[in-house]
Each structure stands twice: as structure tokens, then as C-alpha cells.
């Protein structure tokens, strides 16, 4: 069975950095590229990140491009969020999604920057 | 970036209705590779993303046969053959053509 466990999210003030984790198990992780997507509070889905199977090609969506950084270890079968120069507008429940066709998520991390 | 125009964004139907959803790309998602990227997706209330159709009209494992995609290009569409109380919550149509990957605003769907 697929499974993917986000974890790291928190409160943090404006500024400050956080880093998430996202274990996969159920599948070889190593074989397939890697999503972050994130859902501000009763918004709709944003896609932020991607990362290819090797790690040799990263994408950003705009809105982040700069501050965060996606990376995975294979050997750990984990896929990672560096997230500095946190905003108010980057609250958000973040998900990890598998493959190109995104078909397995996970159950989400929460994510708030306040003051 | 590639925009996502959905229509509507709201749909009310009663159980047995037969709905469609639009989905409209500002450029063509045909790949180099001749495949075209575009899913659709469902959020339940209070539960993650599921993929229901990938590849304009690939149904996903488990997925009900009533859930159809169809299209080219920049116009897609989902249609639901007889909307059952379980289809009830988002549904999202995303691309993966063109990095970075974009999605529609969504289409809630409710009970009439």
C-alpha cells in the first residue's frame, strides 16, 4: 500500500524558516518524481515544487522560487521542503504527491506563519 | 504559466444527474512527447486530493466508471454519468505540460 507522511510544519513568525519531510513507503521512491502542493485555508490547490526521480531536475512555481528548496534522499525514501523567508501568505496545509499523475497524496501538514 | 480556466465554479445536482465540468487551458497541453498532461482531481471535505482521470481520459485504478474525460489541446472536460452523493466535494483539473504545473480553481459540487 502507498503511503506518504508529511511532518515538520508548525507555527513560525514571518522571517523565520522551516523545513518539512515527506517518508514514502509502498512503492520505489526512487523510480519517481516528487510534488509539493499546498492549499491555503478554504483556497484552492497551488502547485510548488517538483523534483525528477534523480534529483537532476527541479521546478518552482514563482511564488516561491528563491526562498524554498525541494530535495530527497532515496536512500531514506524521503522528499524534503526547505522553506526560508516565511510569509503570511505561505499558510497553508502543504502535501506531498507522487509521479507525474499525482495518484497517490499525502494527509497534509500545516503550516502557519503569524506574528 | 499555463492558466486554468474552470467552469463552473459551482454546480448543484441531485443524485442520478448526469454533470459535465470545463476545463479551459490559455495554451495547448499536447506534449512534445504526444501525450497530454492533464488530470482531474476530487477533494472530499476534510480529506487529501485523489486523482480520478489522468491523461485527458484515463480512468485511475478504483476509480467509478461514470467519472469520463475527454479533449484536446486547450479544451477539456469531466463528466459524471449519474452523480452519486459520494461525488460531492472539489474537483480540480491540473497540468503537467508545462512546468510550473498549474491547477483550476475548482468546481464545487453539491446536492441540489
Known amino acids: 500500500e502507498v503511503q506518504l507522511v508529511e511532518s515538520g510544519g508548525g507555527l513560525v513568525k514571518p522571517g523565520s524558516s522551516l523545513k518539512l519531510s515527506c517518508v514514502a513507503s509502498g512503492f520505489t521512491f526512487s523510480s519517481y518524481g516528487m510534488h509539493w502542493i499546498r492549499q491555503a485555508p478554504k483556497k484552492g490547490l497551488e502547485w510548488i515544487a517538483l523534483?525528477?526521480?534523480?534529483?537532476?531536475?527541479?521546478y518552482y512555481a514563482d511564488s516561491v522560487k528563491g526562498r524554498f528548496t525541494i530535495s530527497r534522499d532515496n536512500s531514506k525514501n524521503t522528499l524534503y521542503l526547505e522553506m526560508n523567508s516565511l510569509r503570511s501568505e505561505d499558510t497553508a496545509m502543504y502535501y506531498c504527491?507522487?509521479?507525474?499523475?499525482?495518484?497517490?497524496w499525502g494527509q497534509g501538514v500545516m503550516v502557519t506563519v503569524s506574528s | 504559466d499555463v492558466v486554468l480556466t474552470q467552469t463552473p465554479p459551482t454546480l448543484s445536482a441531485t443524485i442520478g444527474q448526469s454533470v459535465s465540468i470545463s476545463c479551459r487551458s490559455s495554451q495547448s497541453l499536447l506534449d512534445s512527447d504526444g501525450d497530454t498532461y492533464l488530470n482531474w482531481l476530487l477533494q472530499r471535505p476534510g480529506q487529501s486530493p485523489q486523482l480520478l482521470i489522468y491523461s485527458v481520459s484515463n480512468l485511475e485504478s478504483g476509480v467509478p466508471n461514470r467519472f469520463s474525460g475527454s479533449g484536446s489541446e486547450t479544451d477539456f472536460t469531466l463528466k459524471i454519468s449519474g452523480v452519486e452523493a459520494e461525488d460531492l466535494g472539489v474537483y480540480y483539473c491540473m497540468q503537467a505540460t508545462h512546468a510550473p504545473y498549474t491547477f483550476g480553481a475548482g468546481t464545487k459540487l453539491e446536492l441540489k
Open positions: 504527491a507522487k509521479g507525474g499523475d499525482v495518484d497517490y
Open positions: 523534483i525528477y526521480y534523480d534529483s537532476s531536475n527541479k
